[in-house]
């Protein structure tokens, strides 16, 4: 009974230092966003201290809040999304938010490995790392906020975020609501912190502050690079290029229509999205007539040569992307072919060569070339160049396992869908949690709360081994 007293009266002062703290934390109502990097790191550190000393418990309920708080908003983040960078579709970012809210692992990913025997008792736990900078894309703005502040907060840190400068209204829109959410519940502020207006400088000062213990990068080939040589430990979530190919065994209906749902989800800005697509001959003309059905646009050659000027740019031999047309709509595009369709037309396919720039280039708008190939080791072999070394994604609509083993040792990405659209590998509309940072470049595949922690062991010796 005593004992029970004296708990209380710990809980109380806890709860009443928590409170006075917090009172200090009101005055400051920017919930995490400040005007220079060295302060959103400092106040970042400070915060970290605080939730390494919370229960499990209070990370979960902290968490829950964001999730919360992310279906309630999710709306507004995705009509911001769509406004602030031009690219998507609000309808599937509404669908990306609460994905990211209802499959995003929390503190249930982060597991302990014991061992027991003569000599004692030894465990490896996964501890934080502490704080972490988080460089975050404009094609998945809030939602890579978000689903990095979880998982990071389950590992029981704190992350600094130089978020995309095109897409800093609703990146930090996030962070705030973030913030907003652990406060409501009693937690800290700045548990997720960022600068009002990032630039390449206030990225290099995270890269070599010295309070940041771990960097995660999820970009293009560029920030990934610029990650890796920081010096510190980094997490590389880079591009892809995934291509789909459908073998002679495929149901072709439903491949024809998996593919054009996955590529033109928010107008295929998803990395995993299909990029391009590799057809066995023998079925070629039917994938491209489900394809026409589903809601595509088909192009002649002429038409062809017209989108590649549109939307590519050659600049000394290499193509470089119209950045106007990247997460439009197809009709957006069409329109400026001088092509007018209405919005159930969402997807421009054509028939092209392998080489081909807009096969070659991960465009990252809904357009899909079609390449015929004359059999599947064909496929497998045009599939590995295209896809770039990436290691990023690759899917296959094919009923015969072993065209679709030989494919997913050869391709050797992160992510492999089979007969579903490339979102079932995001766990919508597949098994799985949900992520959108995948270390495709530094191997740590689908990220997750486990991701953002590091191996402790803990021993005991001589005492605790009860068998
Ligand atoms: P981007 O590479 O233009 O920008 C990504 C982020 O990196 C931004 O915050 C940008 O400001 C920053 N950045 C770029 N160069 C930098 C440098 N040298 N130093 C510091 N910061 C730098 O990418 P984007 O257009 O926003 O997103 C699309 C790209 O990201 C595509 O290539 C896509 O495949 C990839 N992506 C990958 C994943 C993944 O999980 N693997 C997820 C989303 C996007």
Redesign the pocket.
């Known amino acids: 009974m005593v004992q029970n007293v004296d708990i209380e009266s710990i809980v109380q002062q806890v709860i009443a230092n928590m409170h006075a703290e917090r009172k200090a934390e009101s005055s400051d109502l920017s919930y995490g966003i400040f005007e220079r990097m060295e302060d959103a790191i400092e106040a970042s550190m400070k915060a970290q201290k605080k939730v390494h000393q919370l229960p499990m418990e209070f990370r979960e309920k902290i968490i829950a809040n964001i999730r919360k708080k992310t279906i309630q908003y999710a709306e507004t983040m995705a009509e911001l999304g769509v406004k602030e960078t031009g690219m998507g579709r609000v309808g599937h970012k509404i669908l990306k938010h609460k994905l990211v809210a209802e499959k995003t692992p929390g503190t249930e990913n982060i597991t302990t490995t014991a061992w027991t025997g003569d000599r004692g008792l030894t465990l490896v736990e996964q501890g934080p790392f502490g704080v972490i900078g988080a460089?975050?894309?404009?094609?998945?703005p809030s939602e890579?906020v978000i689903c990095n502040s979880i998982g990071m907060l389950a590992g029981g840190n704190t992350v600094v975020f130089?978020?995309?400068?095109?897409?800093i209204g609703v990146s930090n829109y996030a962070v705030r609501l973030i913030n907003q959410a652990s406060v409501e519940v009693g937690g800290p502020n700045n548990i997720a912190t960022s600068v009002a207006k990032?630039t390449?400088e206030s990225?290099?000062v995270m890269?070599k502050h010295k309070y940041i213990h771990l960097l995660v990068?999820?970009?293009?080939?560029?920030?990934v690079?610029?990650v890796l040589s920081s010096g510190k430990r980094a997490i590389g979530?880079?591009?892809?290029n995934p291509p789909v190919v459908v073998d002679e065994t495929a149901d072709v209906k439903k491949a024809a229509f998996d593919i054009y749902n996955g590529a033109t989800f928010d107008n295929n800005l998803?990395?995993i999205a299909e990029k391009e697509v590799i057809v066995v001959e023998e079925v070629a003309d039917e994938l491209m007539y489900y394809m026409e059905e589903a809601g595509s646009y088909k192009l002649n050659e002429k038409e062809v040569k017209r989108l590649t000027e549109t939307v590519l740019m050659n600049r000394d031999g290499k193509w470089l992307l119209n950045r106007e047309y990247?997460g439009k709509d197809a009709s957006v595009i069409l329109k400026a072919m001088g092509i007018t369709v209405d919005d159930t037309i969402q997807c421009i396919i054509f028939e092209a060569d392998g080489n081909h720039p807009l096969v070659v280039e991960?465009l990252?708008m809904p357009i899909l070339g079609v390449v015929r190939v004359k059999n599947v080791d064909e496929a497998i072999d045009l599939a590995e160049e295209l896809e770039h070394g990436n290691r990023?994604s690759a899917h296959m609509h094919s009923k015969n396992v072993d065209n679709l083993t030989k494919y997913g040792k050869r391709l050797d990405t992160a992510i492999f869908v089979k007969n579903a659209p490339s979102y079932a590998a995001l766990g919508f509309g597949g098994e799985g949690y949900c992520?959108?940072?995948?270390?495709?470049r530094t191997g740590e595949g689908l990220t997750a709360s486990s991701t953002f922690t590091k191996s402790r062991r803990c021993v005991m010796a001589e005492s605790l081994c009860i068998r």
Not at 135 to 140: A, E, G, M
Not at 217 to 223: E, F, H, K, L, Q
Not at 237 to 240: D, E, H, K
């Open positions: 460089i975050t894309p404009s094609t998945n890579t130089n978020p995309h400068p095109g897409a990032p390449l990225a290099d890269f990068a999820t970009g293009g080939p560029g920030v690079t610029a979530a880079g591009a892809g998803p990395c990247v991960e990252m990023h992520t959108f940072t995948i270390a495709s």
